[in-house]
C-alpha cells in the first residue's frame, strides 16, 4: 500500500495522519506539499493511494491558490471565492493524474462549497437547516428575510471554514444584533478570534455587503438544545460510513466552534439528554449524510439536536473535519481510524456499496 498525502507538510492534519500510518507498521506516506502542486509539480499517478489535506493555515498556499502577488494578513476575509476557484482547478489536475482517491475532487469540491452542499444534503432527504435563495447583499438579505418570515438567520459565506466571515442575525422589531468573529478594520475585514457583537444597522449592512461578492448562504437559525446555560451541538466524524468520533461543542452564544474560546462537553450528559432513540437517529442521519459522498473515507458532520432533543438537523458536511486531538473511539483517533478502515477493508466494503446509495442531487 503505497499512501501519498496532498497537504502542508508542517500542518497537523499532515503529522497526524503520518503518525497513524506509522503506528499501523506502513511506511511513512509521501507528502506532496501544497506549494509544489500549484506551482508545477506532477500530480501521483496511478498505483498511488492518495489522501488529499486541507490547504489551509498556510499564507504561501493561499496566495498561491489566489492568483495574488502577496499573502492575505492574518486573518483576512479576502478572496474567499478566488481560493475555492484555485482548489477546484488544482483538484481537477490531481483527479487527472490518475491516483486512487481517498476523497474525491467533485466531492470535496460540494463540500466546499456550503449551497451545493446544502442542495445535496435536502436531495438526499438529510434534515437541514431551511435556506434562503441567493442574496447579493444586505438589502436582498433583509427583503428574503421578510417575505420568508424569518427575524433569525445564519448569513455564512459559500466557501468559508470555521466559522470565518459567519454572522448570526437576529432581527426584532426595534433592535438588531449580529453576532460574528468578524473584526472591522479601516482596510479590511479579519476573522478573529473573538466574538463581537454589533448592534448597528449601517455595521450590519456593511458586513453583508463587503462579504456578499464571495457568495453568501443563508440559513435560518434554529433553536439548539443545551446543556446547563450552554447551547450545544457535535462535530461527528464519519469514516467509512460509520459514525466513529464525536465531540461535544458548548457555547452561551450562537457560535460554537471550539476555536473561538468555547469548552467541549460532555459527551455521557448529552446522550443521556437526548435518549437512545434520538441518538440513534441522529447518528443515522450523519450515515446519512455521509453516504451522498460516497468517495471520501471521511467527511465531519456537524449536526445539532433541537430544543426538545426529539429533532436534530446537519449544519454542515466537512471534507477536512477529522482534526479532534485526544478523540477516540475503540482505542484509535480519526487517523487511525481511517488507517484501520484501508487495513481491514472496512473501505472497499463501503465503497462497494456506493452503487446502492439513493441519488444525492447536484
Not at 502577488?69 to 487527472?96: C, K, S, W
Not at 457560535?255 to 446522550?271: F, Q, V, Y
Not at 458532520?301 to 486531538?325: C, I, K, S, Y
Request: hydrophobic share 45%; net charge neutral.
Amino acid at each position: 500500500m503505497r499512501l501519498t498525502v496532498l497537504g502542508n507538510p508542517d500542518n497537523r492534519r499532515v503529522t497526524g495522519f503520518t503518525a497513524a500510518v506509522r503506528a499501523a507498521g506502513l511506511p511513512a506516506p509521501t507528502v506532496l506539499p501544497w506549494a509544489d502542486l500549484l506551482t508545477g509539480a506532477t500530480p501521483p499517478g496511478p498505483g498511488t493511494l492518495l489522501r488529499v489535506d486541507s490547504p489551509g493555515e498556510d499564507p504561501q498556499v493561499d496566495r498561491l491558490l489566489r492568483g495574488a502577488a502577496a499573502p492575505a494578513r492574518h486573518g483576512e476575509l479576502l478572496g474567499l471565492a478566488d481560493t475555492y476557484a484555485g482548489m477546484v482547478d488544482a483538484l481537477d489536475r490531481v483527479a487527472a493524474g490518475g491516483a486512487e482517491l481517498l476523497n474525491d475532487p467533485t466531492e470535496i469540491a460540494v463540500l466546499c462549497d456550503k449551497r451545493r452542499c446544502h442542495a445535496r444534503l435536502t436531495a438526499a432527504g438529510v434534515p437541514v437547516p431551511p435556506a434562503l435563495g441567493p442574496v447579493d447583499g444586505y438589502a436582498s438579505l433583509r427583503a428574503a428575510m421578510d417575505r420568508a418570515g424569518w427575524h433569525r438567520v445564519f448569513v455564512k459565506p459559500a466557501h468559508g471554514s470555521s466559522a470565518a466571515g459567519v454572522i448570526a442575525l437576529a432581527v426584532g422589531a426595534h433592535r438588531l444584533q449580529a453576532v460574528t468573529p468578524i473584526e472591522v478594520a479601516p482596510d479590511g475585514l479579519f476573522n478573529s478570534l473573538r466574538i463581537r457583537r454589533y448592534d448597528d444597522e449601517a455595521t450590519i449592512a456593511a458586513l453583508v455587503d463587503r462579504l456578499a461578492p464571495e457568495g453568501l448562504h443563508v440559513e435560518r437559525w434554529l433553536p439548539k438544545a443545551g446543556l446547563g446555560d450552554r447551547v450545544v451541538d457535535l462535530r461527528v466524524v464519519v469514516v467509512a460510513g460509520e459514525p466513529r468520533h464525536a465531540v461535544v461543542r458548548t457555547a452561551r452564544g450562537p457560535l460554537t466552534n471550539l476555536h473561538l474560546g468555547n469548552a467541549r462537553g460532555d459527551l455521557t450528559a448529552l446522550r443521556a439528554a437526548a435518549g437512545p432513540a434520538a441518538w440513534s437517529a441522529a447518528m443515522r442521519t450523519c450515515q446519512r449524510a455521509a453516504a451522498c459522498f460516497p468517495g471520501s473515507l471521511q467527511v465531519g458532520v456537524d449536526l445539532m439536536f433541537l430544543t426538545g432533543w426529539q429533532r436534530h438537523a446537519v449544519a454542515e458536511v466537512n471534507a477536512f473535519g477529522d482534526l479532534l486531538p485526544g478523540v477516540l473511539a475503540d482505542g484509535r483517533d480519526t487517523y487511525a481510524a481511517q488507517v484501520h478502515a484501508l487495513t481491514s477493508g472496512q473501505w472497499a466494503r463501503w465503497r462497494a456499496t456506493a452503487p446502492e446509495v439513493p441519488a444525492c442531487g447536484a
